[in-house]
């Protein structure tokens, strides 16, 4: 079965350190992935697809298919950053997501 | 920028009573979803509708729920005899297009079922 896993539930780095979020998938076929990231009460947002490769707010994220994953990057951590964040997987032919537990970025001064 | 908006932002129910939770979608979206998160759980799918039909289902989703839009700008989420285990934290998404189109999520509505 497509599943996600994010196997820290909880992340603490230090303001100024290197933040790796890591994000596991199983799924044969070609996956899609995004990580989503929601801040204190606030609704769940895209940071980023792994399509587009992009950096948004210096996360980067690359796909690696033959580790399955999808590990969030940032070079130099920031107090703002501190959220909970998502992995999510859609598989081919369908229309949903496939969530991870999430990992709680906690950024500390 | 537009947003996916929820109404309520916390219902309270009794077991056994229907609810209806509400979304109005992005304007121009055109696929809208349901999920939901358990507390201490995962966000799981609930459903995807498109051109006025239910498009996937999960097997959560039983003859409990239904959804419905049922104007131009609504998306509702309707369980009909609410159980303890409904509980939970309701998402709602759109997205201009299936497919590799992201999906833009809702604030969420807190369900308590007492």
């Known amino acids: 079965a497509q599943r996600v896993t994010q196997p820290e539930k909880l992340l603490s780095v230090f303001k100024g350190a290197p933040v790796e979020l890591k994000c596991n998938y199983s799924?044969?076929?070609?996956?899609?992935l995004f990580w989503y990231v929601q801040y204190s009460r606030q609704r769940l947002q895209l940071l980023l697809r792994h399509i587009s490769r992009e950096s948004i707010k210096g996360f980067t994220a690359d796909l690696n298919k033959g580790e399955t994953s999808f590990h969030l990057k940032k070079p130099f951590a920031q107090e703002e950053d501190s959220a909970m964040y998502y992995c999510a997987l859609r598989t081919s032919g369908t229309y949903k997501y496939i969530f991870g537990t999430g990992t709680r970025l906690k950024v500390l001064a | 920028e537009p947003e996916v908006t929820q109404t309520p932002s916390h219902q309270v129910t009794q077991m056994g009573q229907e609810v209806i939770l509400r979304c109005v979608p992005i304007s121009n979206h055109l696929y809208f979803y349901w999920y939901r998160q358990i507390l201490g759980q995962k966000v799981e799918f609930l459903v995807s509708?498109?051109?006025?039909?239910?498009?996937?289902k999960s097997e959560i989703f039983d003859d409990q729920f239904s959804v419905e839009r049922p104007d131009g700008s609504n998306f509702t989420l309707k369980i009909r005899s609410t159980k303890l285990e409904d509980s939970a934290m309701y998402f709602c998404?759109?997205?201009?297009?299936?497919?590799?189109?992201?999906?833009?999520f809702g604030d969420g509505t807190r369900l308590s079922i007492l």
């Open positions: 998404a759109s997205s201009t297009g299936g497919g590799n189109q992201p999906q833009h």
């Open positions: 799924y044969s076929g070609s996956p899609e």
């Open positions: 509708f498109y051109n006025n039909e239910i498009s996937e």
